[in-house]
């Protein structure tokens, strides 16, 4: 009972500043996924725990704080970064699961991404898009895209939920794929209409997952998924991590007069 007011204490909280951007951080094999992130001054971040049983803590120790109440599978943290800094924290019963949050303030971002409003790409979990997770039925991928406030542009195809996504500067086009054979949504690719520079997105994946993958890298999981390219691609840039023994993959793709990110669970693609 109290872990579960003092989680409501702060969920009034993050409503009252309902205005404020949440980014979320997955907990998930004794991991904070992604471990670094950066975020703009009056961000809420919330910590999901995704453990099948383990429980976890997010304590700011070097800022001082009393360790917080541990949450549970399916409960959550949240917490407002109001001052600018580097905040690193851990977990209360696990000293070796680390990780820190960076607050930048909003002028700072805007020009470090060359004035792309890519905040919200801040808010990508590392297993799938938005609030759209790999895996997720052809329903609750419609329900995700209504809570990411995108606009549904087509979900007749049985294959294929197109919406659109107002980045404020520019409104890109979202396919969700979930093939026939598995009902499992298991790749989301956004095109970058009229794009033509990817450093500000490669710039916020980075913040994310780090550095892309070398060329040797690349080269070698390229073979590995043979998923052939699509024609026309000048440039790309590669992540890969893993999320529950699967790989997972960001792929960005530039083409001449579009970017096209790719966000990529390749196992989900076939199998039942
Ligand atoms: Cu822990």
Redesign the pocket.
């Known amino acids: 009972m109290k872990i579960l007011s003092f989680l409501i204490g702060f969920f009034l909280c993050s409503l009252a500043q309902a205005e404020d951007v949440t980014t979320r951080v997955i907990?998930k094999d004794?991991k904070f996924q992604p471990a670094e992130i950066t975020v703009t001054s009056g961000t809420t971040v919330r910590w999901e725990n995704h453990e099948k049983r383990?429980?976890?803590?997010v304590w700011f120790e070097q800022s001082g704080e009393p360790e917080p109440e541990?949450f549970f599978p399916e409960e959550f943290f949240e917490k407002t970064f109001n001052q600018i800094g580097d905040f690193p924290y851990r977990?209360?019963?696990?000293p070796k699961?680390t990780g820190i949050v960076h607050v930048v303030s909003k002028e700072d971002k805007q020009v470090k991404t060359e004035n792309m409003t890519t905040e919200n790409i801040a808010q990508t979990t590392f297993n799938g898009y938005l609030s759209a997770a790999f895996g997720m039925s052809w329903q609750q991928v419609k329900e995700a895209i209504a809570k990411d406030d995108l606009t549904l542009v087509n979900a007749e195809d049985a294959e294929i939920i197109k919406a659109k996504r107002d980045r404020g500067f520019i409104t890109t086009d979202i396919s969700y794929v979930i093939p026939k054979q598995t009902g499992k949504l298991a790749l989301i690719v956004e095109f970058y209409p009229g794009v033509l520079s990817e450093n500000p997105i490669v710039n916020e994946l980075e913040k994310q997952l780090g550095s892309p993958l070398g060329k040797d890298a690349t080269a070698e999981v390229l073979k590995q998924i043979k998923d052939d390219l699509p024609p026309g691609v000048t440039a790309l840039t590669l992540w890969a991590w893993e999320v529950d023994n699967q790989d997972r993959f960001i792929r960005l793709l530039k083409f001449d007069d579009h970017i096209a990110v790719e966000y990529l669970a390749p196992a989900l693609l076939s199998e039942p």
């Open positions: 907990i004794f383990q429980y976890h803590s541990y977990c209360g019963p696990h699961m």
